[in-house]
């Protein structure tokens, strides 16, 4: 049992490049949600997902494309980078069956953007 | 306003104290409150959920609601230095609703 598992854990790219984070979890969790996280701004969500298929826009979704075909896997993709998007980036998945719920985070990826 | 307020620190206290950390919001439509913990270059963990208004005890911590002043707590008795953490609070409404997070408090227990 991995939990979440994000990769890579560091990159830097060139203004301009695309790339795509990878989250992956093994617990089933229908919620799914990725956060950046910056000093002083705490976590800001980008995108979420209640469930294959479905996903919804968070507070700061502009540059970030997500998509869900299966209940494990949510990758962010960054359409064409930009210094703003320097970050640290966290994936996170919960059961949303109504119960309180925990969400387990990834490890996070360290993005440079130059 | 912003739908969730925390103070970002940092905080520091000797260790043994009791630390009080808390959180205000807007929404009163948020029904399950948590706290996380993050150690420095880790993502969060869950340290404690409650739904609704009250107390709940968990060893040294205790987290408090009160929703009639939309205001969250959370008490850490004896803090040690492993307690050096950000500590975030996060609420959201109900399923298929996003969790809204805290900025974060830092917190530092002084040996």
């Known amino acids: 049992n991995a939990g979440v598992t994000q990769t890579p854990k560091f990159q830097v790219l060139k203004t301009g490049q695309s790339m795509t984070l990878q989250c992956a979890q093994d617990?089933?969790?229908?919620?799914m949600s990725w956060y950046r996280q910056d000093p002083g701004m705490g976590l800001r969500l980008i995108h979420y997902?209640?469930?294959?298929?479905?996903?919804d826009q968070g507070e700061v979704p502009n540059g970030y494309n997500v998509s869900r075909s299966t209940t494990e896997d949510f990758p962010l993709r960054l359409l064409s980078a930009a210094p703003s998007q320097t970050s640290v980036y966290f994936c996170?998945?919960?059961?949303?069956?109504?119960?309180?719920?925990?969400?387990?985070f990834g490890q996070g990826t360290r993005l440079t953007v130059v | 306003q912003k739908e969730v307020e925390q103070d970002p620190g940092p905080l520091s206290v000797p260790e043994g104290a009791i630390v009080s950390l808390n959180c205000t919001y807007s929404?009163?439509?948020?029904?399950?409150f948590m706290w996380y913990r993050q150690y420095s270059r880790k993502g969060p963990e869950l340290l404690m959920y409650?739904?609704?208004?009250g107390n709940k005890e968990d060893g040294r911590f205790t987290a408090q609601v009160d929703k009639s002043s939309k205001y969250i707590s959370l008490f850490i008795r004896d803090s040690q230095p492993s307690d050096s953490a950000t500590y975030l609070c996060?609420?959201?409404?109900?399923?298929?609703?996003?969790?809204?997070f805290g900025k974060g408090t830092r917190l530092h227990i002084l040996p």
């Open positions: 997902s209640v469930g294959a298929g479905i996903t």
């Open positions: 929404n009163s439509a948020f029904q399950y």
């Open positions: 996170a998945s919960s059961y949303s069956d109504g119960r309180p719920t925990e969400a387990f």
């Open positions: 409650t739904y609704s208004s």
């Open positions: 996060a609420m959201y409404k109900n399923r298929d609703d996003k969790i809204i």
């Open positions: 617990m089933n969790h229908e919620y």
